[in-house]
């Protein structure tokens, strides 16, 4: 069985970090590209950047690039984000997805992120 | 910055065909891809480069692309179809991956 399975909830202080967790299962993980997610209550999905699991490449989206590191543990098969320097506004869902493989063909992978984690709540509060 | 723009919502009948846009400048040199979010749950994926259907997704979920528009058809609508749809792409640097604001269908 693919699947994901992220960290448990998490409240910070402002101004301190918050790291999550991401383990894959059931799939080829150094095969994949991670990418985190994050929706706050009632809004829409932004991204937030990826990771190429076998070169340990990242990306991260412009609003992040400051405070944001993606990284993965091949050992244990799990992906992570860690977010610096939190505030307020950071208050949301935070989700991981990878693709499954499942739709590469010989030459490439479409980059369909088939695989999601359960999502991590990440409350920043003073 | 560049924007992925989708309706607010949609509304349709059961059995009617549902059909929801997503525009964007970068379309005709970036696919589009589709997630469904059920309330509570997270996305789903329906629709991958602009065509294609991953396995499981029923047949009524179509996706087309044309110019800077991108299209999430689903012919017979059905009330548990009823979800958030985000149009997802890159951007148009090529560096950057990207959600639109999202549409509500409501099937009713």
């Known amino acids: 069985q693919m699947q994901l399975l992220q960290s448990g909830p998490e409240v910070k202080k402002p101004g301190t970090s918050v790291k999550v967790s991401c383990k894959a299962s059931?799939?080829?993980?150094?095969?994949?590209?991670v990418q985190w997610v994050r929706q706050a209550r009632g809004q829409r999905l932004e991204w937030i950047g990826w990771i190429v699991v076998g070169r340990g490449i990242p990306s991260y989206a412009q609003n992040f690039q400051e405070r944001v590191s993606i990284t993965r543990d091949m050992s244990t098969s799990t992906a992570y984000m860690e977010l610096n320097n939190v505030r307020s506004d950071d208050t949301a869902l935070y989700y991981c997805a990878a693709e499954s493989g499942l739709y590469c063909t010989s030459s490439s992978c479409p980059l369909a992120f088939d695989i999601w984690g359960q999502g991590t709540e990440v409350t920043v509060s003073s | 910055s560049y924007e992925l723009t989708q309706p607010p919502s949609v509304s349709v009948s059961p059995g009617q065909t549902a059909r929801i846009t997503c525009s964007g400048d970068a379309l005709p040199k970036y696919y589009a891809y589709w997630y469904q979010q059920k309330s509570g749950q997270a996305p789903v994926l329906v629709i991958y480069?602009?065509?294609k259907r991953p396995s499981g997704i029923p047949e009524r979920f179509s996706g087309s692309s044309s110019g800077t528009m991108a299209t999430l058809t689903i012919s017979g609508a059905q009330v548990e179809d009823e979800a958030d749809y985000y149009c997802?792409?890159?951007?148009?640097?090529?560096?950057?991956?990207?959600f639109g604001g999202g549409t509500k269908l409501t099937v009713l």
């Open positions: 059931g799939f080829s993980f150094p095969g994949t590209t």
């Open positions: 480069e602009d065509t």
């Open positions: 997802y792409s890159t951007d148009s640097s090529g560096d950057y991956r990207l």
